[in-house]
RNA sequence: GGAGAGUUGCCGGAGCGGUUGAACGGGACGGUCUCGAAAACCGUUGUCCCUUUACGGGGACCCAGGGUUCGAAUCCCUGACUCUCCGCCA
């Protein structure tokens, strides 16, 4: 969330950010709640002061074994007076931290403002187009021709977006994701986790997810809990409500999860094959920083994620997110786009962005400077990469004239591993 | 699922309903001592909110939420979590 402080004194910016990002929070709305609740803060703290120091006296008189009930009659009211103010208290907090959550982040100033995709800007193009003597294939058919797929049953024992992997195309994914965590590990320093893939509400809140996409997330109604549409709401959770030392920070984590989406309003759209799933597998980068590197560290981690590609040998490009295109809780994003030869498009396999202090606020992480201030930490996360379009990229870029396809150089240790 | 025990500050661990934001110990940090270090000794060691130019002042917080009371870390209720035993089970 954005410090209250801030968005009193900064509200107009705060409101352009608002549109820019096709939000939807009142501003106006939530400063005169705050100042309400400020009020009613200073009446329960008078009311309080009060109470505390006649309670004192009481305390003293019968100590002394003098008469208190002159004292103790005048206080009688009081307590209730105060629990009055209490319950009004708590129910206008409930509202003011109601607003206080649809509010987005405030976009980095260089963001380029747009309503939509076609604002971004591309910052760089890796490699070219694979060139092919005959006319690729589009990945469905690669996969149906070489057994690596079966959409058909994972609509039958789910729905559909549910794939079911199978013999060599479920290899194929698991030495995917591991390639990449391994890559991760030795190559950029991050450190593996294996996370909960069901979390509660209050770690939905905390990475942005809640309130505004409870529409888009798998609920256990029954227990009150989500299925992870990322790793980055389990991994970046784990330091919530925490103090951290200086010394421990950066700390990078890794993780491969599923991820599960319901994809609402999304029907119709990239339907095909593995372009859009309701269940696919991500590895993910989470990196807890001091606010003064964080963009550094954005700069970091897109590399970390483009050397994955590099590694599979593909064609992609990198392109900022304008406002209109960045998520509630970002401040600042790229994303890596692979070339698909099939399809003849490229497709977004990975995000990262740079949250600053939005997420900390809210899940209420902090690190303690070298000064001994406390202080919020900046999170940020990028996806190194989800697999199911790398897995289009990968067949549609390493397919044969004949309908087969070769396992990429990188892949075999991990595809032709030996017990 | 059944029965029981617990949840206090960085950690361990006290805490009769009334100057207890919290004894005591450990750790960490600063200082004295030392050529340096250890030991010893002295000191420091909370988060958040409101107010103040500042010094300061006020409030909240001992798992969470309610209740009893003039007053709750301390009593009562509910919930969460942890641990032990039983049952079930990968």
């Known amino acids: ?22 939000e939807k929070a009142d501003i106006d709305e939530l400063l005169m709640i705050d100042d309400k609740r400020r009020k009613l803060q200073f009446e329960f703290d008078n009311k309080k002061a009060l109470q505390n120091q006649v309670s004192g ?36 907090n409930n509202e003011f931290e109601a607003i206080l959550l649809t ?33 690729p294939k589009e990945h469905i058919e690669i996969a149906t021709t ?66 505004k996409l409870e529409n888009d997330m798998y609920l256990c109604t029954e227990d009150d809990l989500f299925l992870i549409p990322t790793a980055e709401v389990p991994v970046t959770n784990m330091h919530m409500d925490e103090i951290l030392p200086l010394a421990q920070l950066p700390i990078k984590y890794v993780a491969y999860t599923p991820c599960f989406r319901r994809e609402a309003g999304s029907y119709g759209k990239d339907t095909k094959g593995l372009q859009r799933l309701h269940q696919f597998n991500k590895v993910e980068m989470v990196r807890f920083v001091e606010p003064e590197v964080s963009y550094a560290a954005l700069e970091e981690m897109l590399i970390d994620a483009e050397e994955i590609l590099q590694a599979f040998g593909l064609h992609y490009r990198v392109v900022e997110l304008c406002t209109g295109d960045l998520s509630f809780a970002a401040a600042k994003t790229y994303d890596i786009e692979v070339w698909a030869p099939g399809a003849k498009r490229y497709l977004e396999v990975s995000s990262v962005s740079n949250f600053v202090d939005f997420q900390a606020r809210r899940a209420n992480i902090r690190y303690r400077d070298s000064e001994g201030k406390v202080r919020f930490v900046h999170t940020l996360n990028g996806s190194g990469v989800a697999t199911p379009r790398l897995v289009i990229a990968i067949l549609e870029t390493y397919q044969n004239a004949d309908g087969s396809f070769r396992v990429p150089q990188v892949l075999r240790p991990w595809f032709d591993l030996k017990v």
């Open 103 to 135: 509010v987005p982040n405030v976009p980095f100033e260089s963001v380029p403002i747009g309503r939509d995709e076609a604002s971004n800007k591309e910052i760089r193009v890796h490699g070219t187009p694979p060139a092919f003597d005959f006319e």
């Open 146 to 211: 070489n057994d690596l797929l079966d959409m058909a049953r994972g609509a039958k024992i789910t729905g559909s977006g549910f794939p079911v992997y199978t013999r060599q195309g479920a290899k194929l994914e698991r030495a995917v994701i591991n390639f990449m965590l391994e890559y991760h590990l030795q190559k950029h320093g991050y450190e593996e986790l294996g996370t909960p893939f069901i979390v509660n509400r209050k770690a939905m809140t905390g990475t942005g997810q809640l309130p």
């Open 1 to 22: 969330m954005i410090d209250i402080r801030f968005i009193r004194e900064n509200a107009d910016l705060v409101k352009a950010a608002i549109t820019n990002k096709n």
């Open 57 to 92: 006296q009481i305390a003293a008189h019968k100590k002394n074994k003098e008469d208190a009930t002159a004292l103790i009659a005048q206080m009688s009211g009081v307590a209730d007076e105060i629990k009055v103010i209490n319950s009004e208290l708590t129910a206008i």
